[in-house]
């Protein structure tokens, strides 16, 4: 039986957060590496001339001082500096060892010298090359920059910003012209699904409106058969959840983008206005409201995030535990963040199921919407609403049952 590959190892995570705007003073850019490496390589290169020079020089003194081009045979001798010791008079074979010795110290400190000086050239031209290799870095780099600037003002969802960068058909033209390629067609994409969204509203809104108009009608009459009533009851309320169905796929095709139009929403009131409508379906399961709610000022859509605050206060009261429980909304500002936290007592459970429950048409041990609780595109849209603000939700299993749901949002 052979035997079952190895799950792919997931890779490293960064040592920094990329989108953390205060980033570490020395993270390792293409920038300060390539510096590194032309200074580097130019810091070894000049201690290796230095080296070799040093060395062809003390060869060449020391050739040429191991023996005196003259001989002094007699005479007398007066010292000019205080460092060569002469005899003043003495043979000529005292004299001559003095005079090679004097030779010899003298090699000695002008090899002294010029290591010095080129210690002191190397330094210097060192600090030059890095300075060059930082700013010729910098200046090669400088269209990557360009599209990550880009990049991120696309991000904001501007995707009609393009790189168009100007210069040689090089590596970096043929990538920011990629970019800009693979932008254009992100852009008419874009354009299709929000005239999609805009046709599908219309185009299955009314339908299902006329159906509705037309079932109550028939149900305002007295006269109906009641077989025809109960159908009619039976009816209005598939169509109701079809309505239900349709708001919810087109709320989720809107929120999938970033929310460009921004103003001060305070999630205190957001989820205070949720709360008040499902006090009445709480207090029909016998569920307790609770919670604390302090002030925590987003910036974002007050329709959006309202709808994160409702979805997920309705799926606390509907997956409860009946008479007994309680659902606690709180609301706070932590560590630069707003949060909003929904949790509530109800069955248990498993961990492995969570990411499960925040998949369109997807519930607890459910492939597909199968209840009256709703259509299955609550926790999708609170998601979604949750990323277009660049937030995140985060679900954990409750002990004793239930779940904690934590919205986290940037102030």
Known sequence: MAA???????PPKPTWDPRDPVRPLLRPTIRIRLTLLYGGMFLIAGILLLSIIYLFTAQALG????????????????????????????????LNEAVSACLQHQRDLALDDLLRRSLFALLGLSIIAFAFGYAMAGRVLSPLGRITRTARQVAGSDLARRIELDGP??????????????????ERAFTAQQRFVANAS????????????????HLSDPG???????????????????EQLVEGLLLLARSD????????????EVASRAIDQVRAEAAAKGAEIRGERDVAVVQG????????ALNLVQNAVRYNVGEGGWVEVTTETEQGQAVLVVSNTGPVVPAYEIDNLFEPFRRLRQERTGSDKGVGLGLSIARSVARAHGGRIIAEP???????MRVTLPI
Do not use: Y
């Open 4 to 10: 079952t590959p190895a799950p792919p190892q997931a």
């Open 63 to 94: 050739d040429s001082a191991s023996e005196l081009p003259f001989k002094v045979v007699e005479g007398k001798v007066q010292p000019t500096t205080s460092w060569c010791q002469l005899p003043v008079q003495g043979t000529g074979e005292q």
């Open 169 to 186: 058909d090089d590596e970096l033209k043929e990538l920011a012209d990629t970019f800009d390629e693979m932008l254009e067609r992100l």
């Open 202 to 217: 219309h185009e299955l809104r009314t339908p299902l409106a006329i159906n509705r108009t037309l079932l109550e009608v």
């Open 224 to 242: 109906a058969p009641v077989e025809l009533q109960q159908l009619g009851k039976t009816l209005l309320a598939t169509n109701e959840r079809s």
């Open 257 to 268: 983008n970033q929310i460009v139009e921004r103003k001060p929403v305070d999630l205190a």
């Open 301 to 308: 859509n007050g329709v959006l995030l309202e709808r994160i």
């Open 398 to 404: 409750r002990e004793g049952g239930g779940l904690v």
